[in-house]
Nanobody, 127 residues
Framework: QVQLVESGGGLVQPGGSLRLSCTAA????????VGWFRKAPGKGREGISS????????YYADFVKGRFTISRNSATSTAYLQMNNLKPEDTAIYYC????????????????????WGQGTQVTVSS
């Protein structure tokens, strides 16, 4: 059974940091490109970042550049999203979908490009 598991979410004050993790069960995460998406209440799911299998290519949405960093560790088959200087508008459920290869620069933010999705992890930024 293929399963993606996001973890590391929680409640944090504005200006704080969180690191989200993404692991896989039933398949090797290293064989896939990994994206990070989020869905805020009342909004559609939006792409935040995406990383290639080798970690040689990374994409970021403009609204997280300089605050969020995507990475992956092949030794542990884990992908990460380091989030710094969090803002209340970052409150959302965060997902790490996978794809057999990294989408192009013009399509990586399209959720339809990704093949597998987990249940997500809740991030709440509030004082």
């Amino acid at each position: 059974q293929v399963q993606l598991v996001e973890s590391g979410g929680g409640l944090v004050q504005p200006g704080g940091s969180l690191r989200l993790s993404c692991t896989a069960a039933g398949f090797e995460l290293d064989a896939y490109a990994v994206g990070w998406f989020r869905k805020a209440p009342g909004k559609g799911r939006e792409g935040i970042s995406s990383i290639s299998k080798s970690a040689g290519r990374k994409y970021y949405a403009d609204f997280v550049k300089g605050r969020f960093t995507i990475s992956r560790n092949s030794a542990t088959s884990t992908a990460y999203l380091q989030m710094n200087n969090l803002k209340p508008e970052d409150t959302a459920i965060y997902y790490c979908p996978t794809r057999t290869s990294l989408p192009g620069a013009s399509t990586w933010r399209d959720e339809g490009q990704y093949e597998s999705w987990g249940q997500g992890t809740q991030v709440t930024v509030s004082s």
